[in-house]
């Protein structure tokens, strides 16, 4: 079942991504790169599987302001369900910058009805090798939930090749009044324009989680690990393949994505 799903979502990748490749020499209004991607996860304990597609990009016209945008399909414990966003990220001189991000969904619960994010970065250093970010954001759920989530982060740009990141990610979730929170740890390795290995770990506590119309998990521990290969084939386009495992009290989740990108 698993080779027969990936065969078939492979398939529609790749006649995605040859579009995706011939289309990019076409005019177009700004700079950027698209991906198209499909997801396959595998879950423990009859949660079934999860299967879906996904397009994420980011365009400019001026390199000061970039729009990232996001449009995803997936099927997560047998609700079927679409979720879209876009953001901007604006630089404002050459140790600050900031991204405002709102996305909505439709869904009967997988995704949220909409969320919206704000982030703030300095850059430090002689080079600006090491950069803090502080963010806040809100999320509701189509069942009412409503959460307030925050972000403290620095990644350290170590040398060419090497990039560290850690940060935090508390949350409060009504109602209930419910406090969680996660950390992560990341190591890029690599360039752009070749390729580059990221590996990334987060751990914490989730404060609910809608698998069923008005059926949640809540506060539980979890966490996760992925690792992540990007590689270009051409002067624009390339692969994008990551592995995650993910795991709470209640069941396990394995699983990969598949993406071809192009620069435009």
């Known amino acids: ?30 700079d950027g790169v698209v991906n198209v991607g499909i997801d396959y996860q595998r879950l423990t304990n009859g949660f ?10 980011s365009a400019w016209q001026r390199p000061q302001t970039v729009f990232n945008y996001e449009l995803v399909s997936a099927k997560r414990f047998g609700d079927q369900g ?20 709102a996305g909505a969904g439709a869904s009967t619960f997988i995704f949220p ?45 170590a040398s060419d090749k090497w990039v560290f990141e850690a940060g935090w990610r508390p949350n409060h979730s009504d109602p209930g009044a419910v406090r969680s929170g996660s950390a ?4 890029t390795w ?12 987060d751990v914490g506590r989730e404060a609910y989680q809608l698998i069923g119309d008005n059926t949640a998990l809540v506060d539980f521990p979890s966490r996760s690990t992925s690792l992540a290969w990007r590689k270009w084939w051409s002067a624009r386009c390339g692969t994008h393949v990551q592995v995650e495992h993910y795991g709470n009290p209640n069941y396990e989740r394995n699983g990969v994505q598949f ?6």
């Open 82 to 101: 679409t979720f879209g966003s876009l953001g901007i990220q604006h630089t404002f001189n050459s140790v600050w910058y900031g991204t405002v991000t």
């Open 259 to 264: 993406a071809a990108f192009c620069n435009h």
């Open 113 to 157: 009805r909409w969320t919206a994010d704000a982030t703030v970065s300095r850059k430090w250093l002689p080079r600006g090798q090491l950069v803090t970010t502080v963010g806040a954001g809100t999320t509701r759920a189509t069942d009412g939930h409503r959460d307030v989530h925050g972000l403290l982060s620095a990644a350290w740009y």
């Open 1 to 30: 079942m698993l080779k027969t799903t990936l065969n078939r979502q492979n398939r529609k990748a790749a006649v995605l991504g040859v579009l995706l490749c011939a289309a990019a020499p076409l005019p177009a209004w700004a």
């Open 184 to 187: 992560f740890a990341a190591a």
């Open 48 to 57: 079934g599987e999860w299967n879906g597609l996904y397009v994420r990009g």
């Open 190 to 201: 690599g360039r752009e324009g070749r390729q580059y290995w990221i590996v990334r770990h």
